[in-house]
């Protein structure tokens, strides 16, 4: 069994918690059984089942093998994400040079300090278009994607 899997019943133990079984299950339509396995790992007795999670992680995944853009075929996380109000940042392998990524992050912080002020003054006037409010979140999502960028290359720089 893989690491990723085992995540995936780590995550819907925690989610479930213990004792409420039969109140999720009901409460998503399926067997206490069925739920149940769905919090078991899967071992070399095949104890566990494949659930949601693992489902949803094979079907990203496979769009991602078949060609699908990466946009499309992380969709269903987006809106997972979107649902419960928590950002979405996909963040791209960099291959490059480290200085080429710092200095993408350095420019980033430049224009999103410019940012900051435009709205600064758009919330003092209390008035900001539609064109300004969807720059200012492009611009301030592309600035947290290079620093997550940058935070990923320093972890995968961290020698073993």
Do not use: H
Not at 57 to 85: H, V, W, Y
């Amino acid at each position: 069994m893989n690491d990723k899997s085992s995540q995936n019943y780590r995550a819907m133990a925690d989610c479930v918690g213990k004792g409420n079984d039969s109140i999720f299950a009901r409460l998503v339509g399926k067997s206490v059984e069925t739920f149940r396995k769905w919090k078991r790992r899967r071992d070399n007795q095949n104890t566990g089942e494949k659930g949601p999670l693992d489902w949803l992680q094979d079907i990203m995944s496979k769009a991602l093998d078949i060609g699908r853009p990466r946009e499309k075929a992380l969709a269903p996380l987006k809106l997972l994400c979107n649902t419960f109000n928590v950002p979405f940042i996909d963040v791209p392998e960099f291959e490059g040079d480290p200085g080429e990524l710092i200095d993408q992050l350095l420019k980033a912080m430049e224009e999103f300090g410019q940012l900051a002020a435009a709205v600064r003054e758009a919330l003092v006037d209390k008035k900001m278009s539609q064109a300004e409010a969807d720059r200012i979140l492009k611009e301030g999502w592309e600035a947290v994607e290079k620093i997550i960028a940058l935070m990923k290359s320093v972890e995968q720089a961290v020698e073993d």
